[in-house]
């Protein structure tokens, strides 16, 4: 069984959002842009990449293939809009399919995958601050603070980008989360981490994610989908529910033995009890008025 929530807020210095967010439990797709370009270009971006990677992967497509096919639109519609020329944008998507998780990226849009307590990045960004890393001219932590730590090296809209996949068999109780750079850019991952872990509902868990990237500065927009894992399905999670401790029993719960047993009702041999007490009275009533 997949559960899913989503949360997107334009962040505390920005006026409008750039990010589109696609969701869709049923198709098991799940899509995160952040788009980039002036003159609102930027979010046309963004929701050209989120409805064409849906509508490809709907009519057949590979993901990988179908964020090629949104590079391509991206650059179509640029090329019929001359304010919008230059216009691009990340993204990163999942596919579940069974057990089989697929991340397909492009740019510095990421996933993580959180399983047994630990959050780790399943994508590695498309970015000048990983060239740098890579090439060991930075740490990751000089490169959290870096001047040029927002410049992507590959987008799609651009040149000809070259998406990046992986794959992962999902375990029982993991949780995949896609965010924008808004997010990961205010919190360390060890933050990103407590949040998750201090629990309630999935949306619970991503309306904190954003509200605690918003109190650290918010200086972008800030997107976030968290997709969990279990390999129990919906009727099976109902049925632990119901004998869980603390839990409330089920509206449709057939009573047990016992709780039969505590009805209102008398059972038989309460009536034979009470006839033979009337039986015997009236003996003692009838053997007085014969003395
Ligand atoms: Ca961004």
């Known amino acids: 069984m997949l559960e899913y929530a989503h949360k997107t ?8 959002n750039e990010d589109s967010l696609g969701c869709d439990g ?13 003159h609102a270009a930027g979010e046309v971006a963004s929701r050209i990449a989120v409805e064409t990677i849906f509508e490809r992967c709907a009519l057949g497509d590979e993901l990988l293939e179908a964020t090629r096919q949104a590079h391509v639109a991206i650059v179509a519609h640029a090329d019929n809009n001359e304010a919008q020329k230059g216009m691009g944008t990340t993204a990163v ?5 069974d057990r089989r998780g697929e991340v397909v990226w492009v740019g510095d849009s990421r ?14 960004d498309h970015s000048f601050m990983q060239l740098m890393i890579d090439r060991q001219h930075l740490t990751e ?18 040149n000809e ?50 509200d605690a990237a918003c109190d650290h500065g918010g200086r972008d927009n800030i997107s976030v989908i968290l997709v969990r894992y279990s390999n129990q399905d919906a009727d099976t999670l109902q049925r632990v529910a119901g004998v869980a401790p603390g839990a409330k ?19 038989p041999a309460f009536w034979g009890i009470v006839a033979a007490l009337v039986v ?9 008025g014969a003395v």
């Open 249 to 267: 029993p089920a509206a449709q719960e057939v009573p047990d033995e016992h709780s039969q047993r505590r009805g209102f009702l008398p059972d």
């Open 26 to 38: 049923d198709a098991g797709l799940w899509l995160v842009a952040d788009g980039m370009g002036g």
């Open 141 to 158: 932590e000089q490169a959290r603070s870096h001047p040029r730590r927002n410049v992507v090296t590959q987008v799609l809209g651009f």
């Open 280 to 288: 015997f009275i009236l003996f003692l009533l009838l053997k007085g």
């Open 161 to 210: 980008p070259q998406p990046d996949r992986v794959e992962t068999v999902l375990q029982d109780g993991d949780l995949v989360m896609l965010c924008s750079d808004g997010l990961y850019d205010e919190l360390e991952d060890a933050q990103m981490l407590e949040i998750i872990q201090a629990g309630g509902s999935l949306q619970a868990q991503a309306g904190r994610l954003v």
């Open 111 to 124: 996933a993580y995958l959180l399983r047994d307590g630990k959050l780790t990045p399943l994508t590695r």
């Open 9 to 16: 807020h334009p962040g505390c210095t920005h006026d409008h």
């Open 93 to 97: 998507a999942l596919r579940v399919d």
